[in-house]
């Protein structure tokens, strides 16, 4: 692709520009954005960068490895591999505000990254693979007064001081674009065609407060949601497809027997940039094959819903 060929070139340029001789330190997220931004700052600078793949407790199943080992493995990119969940669980006890969570997550992001800069002799600079919408959305509504609807940035709310200066080399460009550079940097298409995943993780797929327990069942419900949207070959034609862990328990019966249990919601969405989303039309069948596999594979969970709203007025997360 001609485009992406001259971008990729002059964001190489201004990387190198930007930070000279210094060291770099990129947040990697499991999600396209970081991935694209961490390869392409790697073009630009080599070993003057150092990933961290922060483990925060709040990935999807199976996440760690597929990032960890696309990075060692097939980039021989330095990645450090930080379980940092206990630090983050432990804080997110009691919370329960979105914006709330937003901001401890993303101070606790900056605290790790910080201590890695360190680590690895002094980094300056914070690399996020920031996109133009999450610009957008962090600061206003489309026509609107200036209000936030939620802090986006990748990491979640950062905090207003911090020690490291962000690099965000793809802040001029949608989701596309960004996979067309993927593309044009070798990203395995896989990798490139993957949903996104926010910073703040399974804590804003949880409303209402976290416990580890609830992430549990959710990690396994979203992963039989996803194996099914794979299985019927529907995953490309998908901009984002997950379950939300509903903070409500409701009464079933189950054999002879009553239950008493989660519900969980699923969410799946066809949109352009993430501004705007229709809710997916699945078919009723596809519908109850998967809330059948939801209900008798995942303890805890008794009744699945689907979510119909499209953006807006909702919004494609939950919180
Ligand atoms: P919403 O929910 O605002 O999401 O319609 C639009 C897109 O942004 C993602 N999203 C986030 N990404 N940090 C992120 O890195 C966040 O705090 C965050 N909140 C939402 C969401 O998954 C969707 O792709």
Redesign the pocket.
């Known amino acids: 692709d001609w485009t992406m060929a001259a971008y990729r070139d002059e964001a190489i340029e201004k990387i190198r520009a930007q930070v000279g001789d210094g060291k770099v330190i990129c947040g990697l997220?499991g999600?396209v954005?970081s991935s694209v931004a961490a390869v392409l700052i790697h073009e630009a600078i080599g070993d003057q960068l150092t990933c961290v793949f922060v483990d925060t407790g709040l990935m999807r199943m199976g996440e760690a490895d597929e990032v960890v080992s696309l990075f060692r493995d097939h980039y021989n990119i330095p990645l450090i591999h930080a379980d940092e969940s206990e630090l983050f669980l432990s804080a997110l006890e009691g919370v329960s505000d979105p914006e709330e969570k937003?901001k401890t997550i993303g101070r606790l992001f900056v605290e790790v990254f910080e201590k890695h800069a360190r680590e690895v002799g002094g980094a300056k600079f914070l690399a996020q693979g920031t996109l133009y919408?999450?610009v957008i959305?962090s600061v206003s509504v489309t026509g609107g007064p200036s209000v936030t609807?939620?802090?986006?940035?990748?990491?979640?709310?950062l905090p207003e001081r911090m020690n490291l200066q962000l690099v965000e080399p793809l802040r001029d460009l949608f989701k596309d674009e960004v996979r067309a550079l993927g593309r044009e940097l070798g990203l395995p298409p896989a990798f490139v065609g993957r949903?996104?995943?926010?910073?703040?993780g399974l804590a804003?797929r949880c409303p209402g407060e976290i416990t580890r327990d609830k992430l549990e069942i959710l990690r396994k419900a979203d992963a039989i949601y996803l194996d099914q949207i794979r299985r019927h070959g529907l995953y490309d034609e998908i901009?984002?497809a997950f379950a939300v862990l509903l903070p409500v328990r409701t009464v079933g019966v189950m054999g002879d027997g009553r239950t008493y249990d989660y519900a969980c919601a699923l969410r799946a969405v066809t949109?352009v940039d993430?501004?705007t989303?229709d809710y997916y039309p699945f078919s009723h069948d596809f519908l109850s094959e998967t809330a059948t596999r939801i209900i008798n594979e995942v303890e805890g969970v008794n009744r699945v819903t689907y979510d119909i709203t499209s953006?807006p007025p909702?919004?494609?997360?939950?919180?």
């Open positions: 997220s999600g954005d937003r919408p999450d959305e609807i939620k802090s986006h940035h990748n990491v979640g709310g949903h996104p995943f926010p910073g703040p804003i901009w984002q949109s993430g501004m989303a953006k909702g919004t494609i997360e939950w919180e």
